[in-house]
T-cell receptor
């Protein structure tokens, strides 16, 4: 059975801090790992990772995949209150989501 | 550019009633999905359609049926609603199911369903 585990479950930091969110996966036929941000409504796509060691970057957010150790991290630098959200990762092929990390940024 | 449109946004049903949740996408995506999201459980896949004309069960298909009406539309039907089906339902679409394409999955804004 495919499994995606995210840690920590929740995280509270001050504005300006850097955070690292973790996602480990056990999927039978890995194709890609995806990260999403969910605020009040629907998840919005952040990154798709298919290859080990290649960092994807968008502004203050970056992510990298380790296919050997079966995990991915999402880094957010210089956090802002607008980064407060639930961050979800998803492993293919069974389209399995983790339960998410709830990130709260204190001004 | 509407993306993925779900209707209705809210619904209250009595136990045993039936209803259909509608989903339409205008991005010419091949694949469409239905997820439910419950507190502490994350998103769980109910059914998906990898391409027009095909549908497959996800993690939690019991109590649901789907129809891929055409490339744009993918509906989810509850034949006899139960309180355990109280949840937020999301429809999503993507270029293909295995990598999500360059932009991952695009989600609709969700349907909050309460079964009493």
């Amino acid at each position: 059975e495919d499994k995606v585990v995210q840690s920590p479950l929740s995280l509270v930091v001050h504005e300006g801090d850097t955070v690292t969110l973790n996602c480990s996966y056990e999927v039978t036929n890995f194709r890609s790992l995806l990260w999403y941000k969910q605020e009040k409504k629907a998840p919005t796509f952040l990154f798709m990772l298919t290859s080990s060691g290649i960092e994807k970057k968008s502004g203050r957010l970056s992510s990298i995949l380790d296919k050997k150790e079966l995990f991915s991290i999402l880094n957010i630098t210089a956090t802002q209150t607008g980064d407060s959200a639930v961050y979800l990762c998803e492993g293919n092929e069974k389209l399995t989501f983790g339960t998410g990390t709830r990130l709260t940024i204190i001004p | 550019n509407a993306g993925v449109t779900q209707t209705p946004k809210f619904q209250v049903l009595k136990t045993g009633q039936s209803m259909t949740l509608q989903c339409a996408q205008d991005m010419n995506h091949n694949s469409m999905y239905w997820y439910r999201q419950d507190p502490g459980m994350g998103l769980r896949l109910i059914y998906y359609s990898a391409s027009e004309g095909t549908t497959d069960k996800g993690e939690v298909p019991n109590g649901y049926n789907v129809s891929r009406l055409n490339k744009r539309e993918f509906s989810l039907r509850l034949e006899s609603a139960a309180p355990s089906q109280t949840s937020v339902y999301f429809c999503a679409s993507s270029e293909n199911p295995w990598t999500g394409g360059d932009y991952g999955y695009t989600f609709g804004s969700g349907t909050r369903l309460t079964v009493v």
